[in-house]
């Protein structure tokens, strides 16, 4: 499993499809990491999980290794379209506050895009 990855008003959307579960989070966490290796200070990340039909433990590591690689060199993290099932999982994993939680990409790309120029 690859994901789309693109870059808006500075924040790169992470928009992985199909299911997060076991092996298939390898590639994508190297995915992840060798985009993030181009974003030295402060990158905004959002996870758009709008296509992701399925997500075990091995997902949510996925999403805790990015959040902490990404938290190390001070930027945020964002997740949007974490359907009920993600949702589920990101409580009982007591991960729920953990990551930023928008409605829509739109308001996420809002919220962090905003908090990138009071940064400057």
Known sequence: MLAEIRHREGVIVIRPTGRMI????VEIRQQIHEELEEHFDSPKVIFNLEEVTRMDS???GTLVSVHVTI???GGRTAL???????????????????????DSE?????????????DS
């Open 22 to 25: 076991g092996a298939a989070n």
């Open 58 to 60: 091995s997902g949510l």
């Open 71 to 73: 938290t190390r060199k």
């Open 80 to 102: 949007v379209n974490a359907g009920a099932h993600i949702r589920n999982l990101l409580v009982l994993g007591r991960l729920a506050t953990v990551f930023e939680n928008y």
């Open 106 to 118: 739109e308001e996420a790309i809002l919220e962090l895009s905003a908090d990138k120029s009071e």
